[in-house]
């Protein structure tokens, strides 16, 4: 089992940028890889982002290209989310989750997908 536990979610005014973080414990070494989904209210839980363990390779909505950035820390097993240029629309909450398919990581398909964290609320307003 892996555990995960995010950080960093918050208020920010449109234009601004908040980063994430996301601490994975327990059977890390058999992570593929990770990523970042988000539920806006109303809606089903999409996507946003993916990067896999070893060779860091990342995988991005088009929403979301060259405003977010997913890093990884492979010595304290944890994932960052910088996102910048932050728009109303971006208001969800965002699920930290990692796989140990590696073929799962560019697909984002949640089912795909066998661990995640608790979520954290990110509010971007107008």
């Known amino acids: 089992q892996v555990q995960l536990v995010e950080s960093g979610g918050g208020l920010v005014q449109a234009g601004g940028s908040l980063r994430l973080s996301c601490a994975a414990s327990?059977?890390?070494?058999?992570?593929?890889?990770m990523g970042w989904f988000r539920q806006a209210p109303g809606k089903e839980r999409e996507f946003v982002t993916s990067?896999?363990?070893?060779?860091?390779?990342?995988y991005y909505v088009d929403s979301v290209k060259g405003r977010f950035t997913i890093s990884k820390d492979n010595a304290k097993d944890t994932v960052y989310l910088q996102m910048n240029s932050l728009k109303p629309e971006d208001t969800a909450v965002y699920y930290c989750?990692?796989?140990?398919?590696?073929?799962?990581?560019?697909?984002?398909?949640?089912?795909?997908?066998?661990?995640w964290g608790q979520g954290t609320q990110v509010t971007v307003s107008s």
């Open positions: 327990g059977r890390t070494f058999s992570m593929a890889g």
């Open positions: 989750t990692a796989s140990s398919v590696i073929t799962a990581i560019p697909r984002g398909r949640r089912g795909e997908w066998a661990y």
């Open positions: 990067i896999t363990w070893n060779a860091g390779r990342t």
